[in-house]
C-alpha cells in the first residue's frame, strides 16, 4: 500500500552517520596540549586551523580506503556545515557566510595537500609554520611538540582500520 508517509516524511540525514567522527575531530582539535605545549593561538583562526590539521590527517586516512569514500565527503559536509553555523553565531550575515565558508574550504583543500608531506620533513614543518602559527616559526619546543604529536595521531589513525574509523566517536591517541 502506497503510504503517504513517504512522500512529506523526512528522512535521516545521512551524514549524521558521521557525527561522532566529526565530533572527535573537533575534540582532538580542541586538546590543550596543542595551545598549552604547542603554542598554538586559542584564537577563532588557531582553532580552526587545529580542526583543518585534524580534519585533513583524519581524511587522508579515509583516502586509503576507496569504498569509504563516502564518509569523507559526508565528514567534509559536515565541517562545511558547522563552520557556516559557526560563522553566523558569531554574527556575520548572511552575504559575507557564503565567501567566508568558501575561504575555508579552500583552505582546508590546499591543508589536505600540504598536510601529506612526511613526518618530521621540512615540508610538513614549513606547512605547519604556515597554517598554525600564520608563517611566524613558534619556539623550538612547541615546534616540536606540534610535530611530534602530529605524527603520533598520523600513527594512530594509520593503525585504525577505516571502517572502524569512519563509525568512531574518538580518534586514537
Known sequence: MFSISRIFGSRADP?????????????????????VEGGVPD??????????????????????APDQALAGVELTELFVNDMDGQMRQVGFGDMVVGKQVGRMVGALGGRLGAYRAPDGSDALKAALVRNLWRGVEPDAEALAHVMAATAKLRAALQAMPVEALVVADRLPE
Open 15 to 35: 551524514r549524521e552517520a558521521r557525527r561522532p567522527l566529526w565530533n572527535a575531530v573537533v575534540a582532538a582539535a580542541r586538546a590543550p596540549h596543542w595551545y
Open 43 to 64: 584564537t577563532l583562526d588557531g582553532r580552526f586551523d587545529m580542526i583543518s590539521l585534524i580534519l585533513a590527517l583524519v581524511l587522508h586516512r579515509i583516502d586509503d
